[in-house]
């Protein structure tokens, strides 16, 4: 299943060409931006590009904003498209159960230990300054009951 940031790209990519621009110069000379910003923001590799480049995006190829404006927020917010039942679940719950002798749940870890666990990957610092904030959210639950 792709990710959100690879669904954005797919849906810029075909936005693009089905508006009829063949190549990414054509595309960022409407747009009045760089070759490399429409490159970019059609890799997923990439960050997710500005709202001002998806809102000028959407304004020359016809794609609907708020598409891509929802497909970019979850690309940014850094949960997986199939953990976010669990997440639902997670938020709503009054009690939690995990056992695992080797790990720190997510939602009991430290900042500092988030980075220690998810720098395991050859995630860029902004990337992973995306996933610790994520993963910060979601102790921003409320907890009744806990001291």
């Known amino acids: ?54 809102a000028a995006w959407a304004g020359v190829t016809g794609v609907p904003l708020d598409k891509l404006t929802e497909l970019a927020r979850r690309a940014k917010s850094g949960t997986p498209d199939w953990f976010m039942p669990y997440r639902l679940a997670e938020s709503e719950a009054t009690i939690l159960r995990c056992w695992s002798p080797l790990l720190v749940p997510g939602v009991l870890q430290c900042e500092n230990y988030m980075r220690a666990v998810l720098s395991v990957e050859p995630y860029t610092a902004e990337r992973l300054s995306e996933l610790v904030s994520a993963r910060l959210e979601r102790q921003d639950a409320p907890t009744s009951g806990c001291t």
Do not use: C, F
């Not at 959100?4 to 931006?33: C, F, I, N, T, W």
């Open 1 to 54: 299943m792709a990710t959100p940031r690879e669904q954005l790209a797919d849906m810029l990519r075909q936005a693009r060409l089905d508006a009829g621009y063949g190549s990414h110069g054509a595309l960022a000379r409407k747009l009045h931006v760089s070759r490399p910003v429409v490159t970019k923001a059609e890799n997923a590799a990439h960050p997710v590009p500005s709202d001002a480049i998806l």
